[in-house]
DNA sequence: GCATACACGTGACAC
DNA sequence: TGTGTCACGTGTATG
């Protein structure tokens, strides 16, 4: 049986038709040379692939899942994890607690319950330090109506960042309202920013009072909330 | 010129008489079915391919190099960006901020002056919250040689932890006083939390007066370094 | 022409 | 049994 009749039996089938005509070519022009080339074609094939599957098994390994994994389940695997540990070391370095050296105000909402249209914000302040600071910060969040979940105080050379976890009473049901307070949480937080800037000197005789008196204050509840 | 005589030209190669056997055997069995099982084998393995494949882009855009590379050295560059994050984000969550269950306290050299023998220390303490926390903290802190470089406090759910950025006083330029000093640390730290979980109640009229006082200290010493 | 990287079809093996 | 995954050798394009 010749080679082209051979073909002619698997007539339609084109990838088999390819495979023949590869086979048939190389008959034709097989030469040592030839030969020793597609080897070391194939070698290097093989050691493309090994590198390749050995960082796949490193990231297995350093994804976590002992377990089995599919190629491209592992791949969608790390996409997620690169996409959380990108997520998580943002919020964690710049949301929190470096502060810099620029006086800033933040108020972010971050939840909404649609039933009773309660809100879930994160705000931060970043400024100069100064002793009736957190006093001052107390008052503030006395002076809207939210309740304080949690509080974070960093400081650095001088400068203070705090980031508060805040959420609004419920009975706030309008939009309107919402938008009311997170305005109201950022002015009172601006105030304290510009009273920083305003008075870089204090009387020490008059404050230090009323300072032990908020600041204690402040201690038992941010500390206990 | 038969088949098998056209097997015999390729000889030794290997590979090529394995695509002619396959060939062969083809030829042999070849049936309406079988093609047309090999032609939905060949589009799956390219579905999977091109599932593969997308992932390979996807991870592409996200470790943010524009430029073409290699699939290799693109999931090399994967591996270390998830190694990088995963450093920066245990750093992040790991080592400052986040109060843990348990109680704990921890005291880590960052760095060593070479010439002075001075230290650069990394200290933190994680317990149940309590108003005089704060004043006990500051009081640690005077009791050994140490200038508080930052420091960085966080409460969740009634536990707090505090982490601490502490230097040694240049004069200490012996080994043993070095580790004396990070001992000493450890010991008022972990004396702090004892106090906490020896004194889980405590006379609020007698203490508050001493607070109030200890508090303000740590207030305008601590904010204002 | 030589090297490198990719896509393809296919055999093998697993559940 | 099919249905899915993998490794392999090869063709082919890009430098």
Redesign the interface.
Known sequence: ???KQ?LK??GE?E??VK??R??AK??MV?TAKT?AA??SH?ETERR?RE??NA??A??RG??LSNEKMD??TL??E??N???Q??E??TQ??EN??VPTDTDEVEVEKLEENEEDGSLLLRCSICCD???D??SDLRQAMKDVPVQLL???????G?R?KSVFLLATSEQGNKKNSDEHIEGSVHTALSNIVDKVSASAEFDEELI?PR???R??NL??S????
């Open positions: 049986m010749s080679v051979s039996l698997v089938k990838g088999l495979a023949s590869r086979v190389k008959i097989s030969a597609l080897k194939s493309r590198r390749i960082h796949f490193t990231l350093l994804v190629k491209a791949l969608a790390v996409i994890k690169v996409k540990l990108k998580t070391a964690a370095t929190l607690l330090c100064r002793p600071l957190l949690k509080c974070e105080i960093s400081t650095l001088g203070v230090f300072k032990r008196q600041v204690s201690d038992s941010c500390l206990s909330p």
